[in-house]
């Protein structure tokens, strides 16, 4: 039995929502119904602050950089996003017409300044000159898309040309050098299908994947523009417009395989609890990282039954609802599980969170498909300690039954463009640490940092900028990532002469082998590794052990804190170096609550070209071979 309808919820009203069925959902409880519920929701709270005219959400916060005018913009074209999924995904069914109230706001928005009534959107500028609105252009489009037979139809001939002429505004204009691209794409491909396509919008189109092509990194994996960087944004944005048009459009291609491609890997990247990775921007769109979930069941490009898949999405959208991401506004707050202002960018504003309308792209399936008739399966997470290296992106990735956190080891993806120099400056946690997990953030810019390697030098400590991959690779439990870079100083001399430190992470099970290479330091240096940062009250442990090479062990803190407590503690070890040297230490997070001994490596060996060790309790000796970097496994003389 479902609860009292969502229109007549909004800002102020506690969301309610259907009885859970575990029956049908055994691990969460949410069914199709939940979703709705959500989107109602959702969507009610944000028509609370609509314009006069109805073109304009303005939703209460600070303004993002682009300014209210283009945050009312965003407010409108993000909640109907979700509308129009809630809405084609009933087949026209809007018992609480949502669609209605859009239409008003297109009349006003699309209408020139001198109409009746006219509340004009911002025009679609360039990038670098108020470009915002492009990104909501594509919502915009795409929601007229889903929602043509009960929304654009029914529009009068002069209310469709108004709005044709602001959404064409996004084929002219310059995108951001990255995913942006595929707004004007997904602009041209609503255009084209109302039979008011052109050369221009063949042309944008063509432009948009010729780019993906060369964005495309191979097992699925896109990097964000030129460069490399690998985060949420694969799921949805880079695999979410192409593969949704092609659908839309009755075809199918290498888009969709590539999204199954990506799904092999990215259906360990959650959480046993559903939570996402911490990991690079945008993050206050919560569970819209698991957009791409949702489309490959839509589509079919998905190596996941839907057992599996109605399960991640369940316990991502659970994971945000019971952490307080909603407030009592009725809407996302900018943050991760509730309000936080490290986790957000300056081009977020009020509205910005209603990118997680992504996920909803699984309400496209009714009730009597497989997805959502489907029964919660268990997860591989839950069966067996998983450990892989993923060679595209730089990762070694490494989950564990016990506590059901995934670790990633980041030793690829730095979100830098090829042409960028390296200013300690725009140094950005979200991308330089050395690991993030699904159960910890990183510390703030300008805070202690975690799961990082630094070098000081004359009271002046670096971070890590470009990230320069050696590899990655492993299976069967095990698994390893390198990398190099380059210490940044934040004052005087930005660098010094030849120094680079080189790091390796072996894993197995919840303990990471952590070696760091410090060559070339031709000044006496003190250099410091941290590891994961974590309220040592709480369930979460972090610990971090010197094993060779290290002088000291101490404890760091962050009064600060991350999205996940409010103080940190962070475990770590320093010594002095000059010349080159071999650290060695062993590192474990776990999300137990418990404390157990770390039983690490024995027969560790270090000298210049290699470090070998043997995981306790193997028959297998590990070596790291430095000159070019290689992790081999061999059985061990003992054996």
Same mark, same amino acid.
């Given at each position: 039995?479902?609860?009292?309808?969502?229109?007549?919820? $909004?800002?102020?009203?506690?969301?309610?929502?259907?009885?859970?069925?575990?029956?049908?959902?055994?691990?969460? !409880?949410?069914?199709?119904?939940?979703?709705?519920?959500?989107? *109602?929701?959702?969507? $009610?709270?944000?028509?609370?602050?609509?314009?006069?005219?109805?073109?304009?959400?303005? %939703?209460?916060?600070?303004?993002?950089?682009?300014?209210?005018?283009?945050?009312?913009?965003?407010?409108?074209?993000?909640?109907?996003?979700?509308?129009?999924?809630?809405?084609?995904?009933?087949? +026209?069914?809007?018992?609480?017409?949502?669609?209605?109230? /859009?239409?008003?706001?297109?009349?006003?928005?699309?209408?020139?300044?001198?109409? %009746?009534?006219?509340?004009?959107?911002?025009?679609?500028?360039?990038? *670098?000159?108020? $470009?915002?609105?492009?990104?909501?252009?594509?919502?915009?489009?795409?929601?007229?898309?889903?929602?043509?037979?009960?929304?654009? *139809?029914?529009?009068?001939?002069?209310?469709?040309?108004?709005?044709?002429?602001? %959404?064409?505004?996004?084929?002219?204009?310059?995108?951001?050098?990255?995913?942006?691209?595929?707004?004007?794409?997904?602009?041209?491909?609503?255009?084209?299908?109302?039979?008011?396509?052109?050369?221009?919008?063949?042309?944008?189109?063509?432009?948009?994947? @010729?780019?993906?092509?060369?964005?495309?990194?191979?097992?699925?994996?896109?990097? @964000?523009?030129?460069?490399?960087?690998?985060?949420? /944004?694969?799921?949805?944005?880079?695999?979410?417009?192409?593969?949704?048009?092609?659908?839309?459009?009755?075809?199918?291609?290498?888009?969709?395989?590539?999204?199954?491609?990506?799904?092999?890997?990215?259906?360990?990247?959650?959480?046993?609890?559903?939570?996402?990775?911490?990991?690079?921007?945008?993050?206050?769109?919560?569970?819209?990282?698991?957009?791409?979930?949702?489309?490959?069941?839509?589509?079919?490009?998905?190596?996941?039954?839907?057992?599996?898949?109605?399960?991640?999405?369940?316990?991502?959208?659970? /994971?945000?609802?019971?952490?307080?991401?909603?407030?009592?506004?009725?809407?996302?707050?900018?943050?991760?599980?509730?309000?936080? &202002?490290?986790?957000?960018?300056?081009?977020?504003?009020?509205?910005?969170?209603?990118?997680?309308?992504?996920?909803?792209?699984?309400?496209?399936?009714?009730?009597?498909? *497989?997805?959502?008739?489907?029964?919660?399966?268990?997860?591989?997470?839950?069966?067996?300690?998983?450990?892989?290296?993923?060679?595209?992106?730089?990762?070694?990735?490494?989950?564990?039954?016990?506590? +059901?956190?995934?670790?990633?080891?980041?030793?690829?993806?730095?979100?830098?463009?090829?042409?960028?120099?390296?200013?300690?400056?725009?140094?950005?946690?979200?991308?330089?640490?050395?690991?993030?997990?699904?159960?910890?953030?990183?510390?703030?810019? !300008?805070?202690?940092?975690?799961?990082?390697?630094?070098?000081?030098?004359?009271?002046? #400590?670096?971070?890590?900028?470009?990230?320069?991959?050696?590899?990655?690779?492993?299976?069967? !439990?095990?698994?390893?990532? +390198?990398?190099?870079?380059?210490?940044?100083?934040?004052?005087?001399?930005?660098?010094?002469?030849?120094?680079?430190?080189?790091?390796?992470?072996?894993?197995?099970?919840?303990?990471? %082998?952590?070696?760091?290479?410090?060559?070339?330091?031709?000044?006496?240096?003190?250099?410091?590794?941290?590891?994961?940062?974590?309220?040592?009250?709480?369930?979460?442990?972090?610990?971090?052990?010197?094993?060779?090479?290290?002088?000291?062990?101490?404890?760091?803190?962050?009064?600060?804190?991350?999205?996940?407590?409010?103080?940190? &503690?962070?475990? &770590?070890?320093?010594?002095?170096?000059?010349?080159?040297?071999?650290?060695?230490?062993?590192?474990?997070?776990?999300?137990?609550?418990?404390?157990?001994?770390?039983?690490?490596?024995?027969?560790?060996?270090?000298?210049?070209?290699?470090?070998?060790?043997?995981?306790?309790?193997?028959?297998?000796?590990?070596?790291? #071979?430095?000159?070019?970097?290689?992790?081999?496994?061999?059985?061990?003389?003992?054996?």
């Amino acid at each position: 039995m479902t609860t009292r309808a969502a229109s007549q919820q $909004g800002a102020g009203h506690p969301m309610e929502l259907p009885a859970e069925d575990f029956a049908a959902s055994p691990y969460t !409880g949410f069914t199709r119904d939940h979703w709705v519920a959500v989107t *109602d929701h959702l969507v $009610g709270s944000a028509w609370h602050w609509a314009s006069p005219g109805r073109a304009h959400l303005n %939703l209460p916060g600070r303004a993002s950089r682009s300014g209210p005018q283009s945050d009312g913009l965003e407010g409108f074209a993000r909640s109907m996003l979700a509308a129009a999924f809630r809405v084609a995904g009933a087949e +026209g069914e809007d018992p609480h017409g949502w669609l209605e109230r /859009y239409a008003d706001g297109l009349r006003a928005g699309g209408a020139r300044s001198d109409e %009746l009534g006219a509340e004009p959107w911002l025009p679609i500028r360039d990038v *670098d000159a108020g $470009g915002q609105p492009m990104v909501e252009s594509a919502c915009l489009a795409l929601s007229l898309r889903l929602t043509r037979p009960w929304l654009w *139809d029914q529009l009068d001939e002069h209310v469709q040309d108004g709005v044709a002429r602001w %959404l064409s505004g996004a084929l002219h204009a310059l995108p951001a050098s990255n995913n942006w691209y595929l707004f004007p794409h997904t602009v041209a491909g609503f255009l084209e299908s109302v039979g008011r396509g052109d050369e221009q919008t063949a042309r944008v189109r063509r432009r948009a994947l @010729d780019l993906l092509e060369s964005w495309n990194c191979g097992d699925g994996w896109y990097t @964000d523009g030129d460069g490399r960087s690998f985060d949420h /944004y694969n799921g949805w944005a880079l695999h979410f417009y192409p593969v949704l048009d092609d659908h839309l459009a009755g075809t199918s291609g290498v888009h969709g395989s590539r999204l199954e491609e990506h799904l092999q890997e990215v259906r360990h990247l959650f959480g046993a609890d559903g939570a996402p990775l911490h990991l690079g921007r945008s993050l206050t769109y919560r569970f819209a990282a698991s957009t791409a979930v949702g489309l490959g069941a839509l589509t079919g490009d998905t190596p996941m039954d839907p057992g599996e898949s109605k399960r991640v999405l369940n316990s991502s959208l659970r /994971y945000f609802l019971d952490r307080g991401s909603i407030g009592e506004d009725g809407l996302l707050s900018l943050g991760w599980h509730g309000p936080h &202002a490290a986790t957000v960018q300056s081009y977020s504003g009020p509205a910005s969170p209603l990118w997680a309308s992504k996920a909803f792209v699984a309400l496209l399936l009714g009730e009597d498909s *497989d997805l959502w008739r489907a029964t919660e399966t268990e997860r591989p997470i839950e069966r067996d300690d998983l450990a892989f290296g993923m060679e595209q992106t730089g990762w070694a990735v490494q989950t564990t039954r016990d506590d +059901g956190v995934v670790r990633v080891h980041n030793h690829g993806s730095d979100h830098m463009r090829p042409h960028q120099g390296e200013d300690a400056a725009a140094e950005d946690p979200l991308y330089a640490r050395l690991a993030y997990s699904t159960s910890t953030g990183p510390t703030a810019r !300008g805070e202690v940092a975690d799961n990082h390697v630094s070098v000081q030098f004359r009271g002046r #400590r670096s971070v890590r900028r470009r990230i320069h991959p050696l590899g990655a690779g492993g299976g069967g !439990g095990w698994a390893w990532a +390198g990398s190099w870079h380059r210490p940044i100083f934040p004052t005087g001399m930005a660098a010094l002469p030849g120094l680079r430190v080189e790091s390796v992470v072996v894993v197995r099970g919840a303990e990471e %082998l952590r070696i760091d290479r410090v060559l070339d330091a031709v000044h006496p240096v003190e250099v410091r590794h941290a590891g994961w940062a974590a309220d040592p009250a709480g369930d979460v442990r972090s610990e971090l052990r010197g094993l060779h090479g290290w002088e000291d062990e101490e404890t760091l803190t962050s009064p600060a804190g991350t999205a996940f407590a409010q103080w940190v &503690a962070i475990p &770590a070890v320093r010594a002095d170096v000059e010349g080159s040297a071999v650290l060695v230490s062993l590192a474990r997070l776990t999300g137990t609550g418990e404390i157990a001994p770390l039983t690490g490596v024995q027969e560790l060996v270090v000298d210049d070209e290699q470090v070998s060790f043997r995981w306790a309790g193997e028959d297998v000796t590990t070596t790291v #071979r430095f000159d070019p970097l290689e992790v081999a496994r061999t059985e061990s003389a003992s054996a």
